[in-house]
């Protein structure tokens, strides 16, 4: 393995009713990360678990020390909310994401870290190429959607939805993330630096040993949604009204059509205001209006509410910042983090 400078790394891993994989996950990440050459924290974030997860998450903090960090959130936010909240509180240099599942492997972050220093990367994706799930559940819509993300958002990657990720941190701060967006991660860093700093990596997936997928076929929509506004934002965030024009010209044009032809029988002696195209041919004008005036404010103020930095998507507990405060980092005891792999 080609030497680099070791860089702090803060592991984001989101969970909910977790409860019987928090002492494996916890005891996988320190074996894997039992050399990590630089100092390594692990955020837990609890996105409003209904069972004993915060309570096995308290335990593991008390055996393994402070740098385990538990973010519990208010309420159940949603996988991508509590990743956001899981960055935003991160302090590496490098960011790692995963599930608390057991389906990524913790073995493989040591790998992918170096890929991302030696190559210089700004994120190296998880790539699940034997992946361990239900064929028609999970593969087969899976399979399609980064099929219709590839199309879409043109960067080229096989596998958008694993969670195992490897961020430079300057980089994946820079992104807000909202609704579904943890699948469009990738294309949405491809709107702060080039697609050549993002390459992925083959890694292992296992079948899970406990609890319930908390995913399936109802999320289908919400990514078609979120997939139409990754669309929208990688190709005219800065010049929405090219979006919005082209759709309120169409219907404009085609609403002046038929109001033209409307005008020419009228001034040929015909009776056009009980006509049904007669309305027609308003409502598409009217229509036209609408989408260059609201579309375009409605579209730019949502994005501006998501991004600003009074507002996130997720609200932490305040009796829990003052913890958060104290944690601490894991040294290797061998290694200082001016060391190199």
């Given amino acids: 393995m080609p030497p680099f400078r070791a860089a702090a790394l803060s592991l984001v891993i989101p969970v909910f009713n977790e409860q019987d994989n928090i002492a494996p996950l916890l005891q996988r990440v320190h074996e894997a990360l039992a050399n990590y050459p630089a100092p390594w924290e692990l955020l837990l974030v609890d996105d409003g678990s209904s069972d004993r997860t915060v309570w096995a998450i308290t335990q593991g903090q008390a055996q393994y020390g402070l740098h385990v960090r538990l973010v519990p959130l208010a309420r159940n ?16 240099e490098v960011i790692a994401t995963l599930d608390g599942d057991l389906q990524n492997d913790p073995m493989d972050i040591p790998r992918m870290v170096s890929r991302l220093l030696v190559e210089d990367l700004d994120l190296v994706s998880g790539w699940r190429k034997n992946r361990k799930d239900n064929l028609m559940l999970r593969k087969v819509p899976s399979s399609i959607a980064n099929r219709l993300i590839r199309k879409i958002t043109g960067v080229t990657l096989h596998d958008y939805g694993c969670s195992l990720k490897v961020f430079r941190a300057s980089v994946i701060k820079g992104v807000r993330l909202y609704g579904e967006m943890h699948r469009f991660i990738p294309a949405w860093l491809a709107t702060q630096t080039s697609p050549s700093r ?17 995913y399936g076929l109802s999320r289908t929509f919400r990514v078609i949604i979120d997939l139409l506004s990754v ?35 009228k001034m040929l002696g015909e009776r056009i205001g009980d006509r049904p195209l007669f309305m027609v041919g308003i409502m598409l004008v009217l229509i036209a209006v609408q989408i260059l005036t609201t579309g375009v404010l409605s579209e730019m103020l949502s994005r501006t509410y998501y991004e600003s930095k009074e507002v996130k998507s997720y609200h932490i507990r305040p009796a829990a910042l003052a913890g958060l405060e104290q944690a601490d980092w894991c040294q290797a005891q061998s290694s200082t983090p001016s060391e190199v792999l």
Avoid: C, N, W
């Fill in 77 to 92: 936010f949603g996988q991508t909310a509590a990743m956001q909240a899981g960055i935003d509180l991160a302090r590496g």
């Fill in 198 to 214: 993002i390459q992925e990596e083959e890694v292992a997936h296992h079948p899970r040993t406990a609890g319930v997928s908390k």
């Fill in 231 to 265: 669309y929208f934002f990688m190709r005219f965030a800065a010049r929405p009204a090219h979006f919005f024009g082209m759709l309120g010209l169409g219907f404009g044009s085609l609403g002046g059509l038929i109001l033209s032809y409307l005008l020419v029988l």
